[in-house]
């Protein structure tokens, strides 16, 4: 199984649907975060979490909202989709111990999600 | 202006040639930089950290630092088709995570 497990690989849905995308792990760690990956801009956070009473807003939360259900859960929610909402998510997990001063991501698979 | 600039290509080689993927960065308190390497319907993973200037090596593999200059390099020597992928460079001023900003990323096709 994959450390970091994303579901649903891929959705489509229309305008106005409430959406959650859903994210476990397997590797222990207390920090969750959620990514959106667009053509020509790049990865960008949107939340992140360093254990379940501690969730932070990222680079673009705006439309977005989360939920630390437990250390190895981390749910992202579009309550009300719009079509730039299309795009690619990843969920990714991070230890607080560094390797050499920094902390490494382990990114999920990422799910594909359109909102016509 | 981005604060990190990758050029997306797609940058076509033959097998077994030299690879160089680069980013350019504003942010001179930049202090750690890494390569993630992301295959087609994957999450990135990381391939490459380094702090601060200088060069490190792994295997194929050559990350390179020039600070003076802004300016960071992945090599990769003798390219195989398994390197086709998706390369993404990332940085911050600290170590954490939820400071990394990433390029766009460049992508990379090794021919036979």
């Known amino acids: 199984d994959a450390d970091v497990t994303q579901t649903p690989r891929n959705r489509i849905t229309k305008t106005g649907k409430r959406i959650m995308l859903e994210c476990s792990q397997t590797?222990?760690?207390?920090?969750m975060y959620w990514y959106r990956q667009d053509p020509g801009l790049g990865l960008r956070l949107i939340y992140y979490s360093f254990d379940v009473k501690d969730i932070n807003k990222g680079e673009i939360s705006d439309g977005y909202s989360v939920s630390r259900q437990a250390q190895a859960k981390f749910s992202l929610s579009l309550e009300s989709a719009i079509p730039n909402q299309t795009a690619l998510y990843f969920c990714?997990?991070?230890?607080?111990?560094?390797?050499?001063?920094?902390?490494?991501?382990?990114f999920g698979a990422g799910s594909r999600l359109t909102v016509l | 202006q981005k604060e990190v600039e990758q050029d997306p290509g797609p940058l076509s080689v033959p097998e077994g040639a030299i690879v160089s993927l680069n980013c350019t960065y504003s942010n001179s308190a930049f202090q750690y930089f890494m390569w993630y390497r992301q295959y087609s319907r994957k999450g990135p993973e990381l391939l490459m950290y380094t702090y601060s200037s200088g060069n490190k090596e792994d295997g194929r593999f050559t990350a390179q630092v020039d600070k003076s200059s802004k300016y960071i390099s992945l090599f990769i020597r003798d390219s195989q088709p398994s390197d086709s992928a998706t390369y993404l460079c990332?940085?911050?001023?600290?170590?954490?995570?939820?400071?990394?900003?990433f390029g766009t990323g460049t992508r990379l096709q090794v021919t036979l």
């Open positions: 990714a997990t991070s230890s607080p111990t560094t390797v050499s001063g920094a902390n490494v991501l382990t």
């Open positions: 990332a940085m911050s001023m600290t170590g954490t995570a939820s400071k990394l900003t």
């Open positions: 590797k222990g760690h207390d920090r």
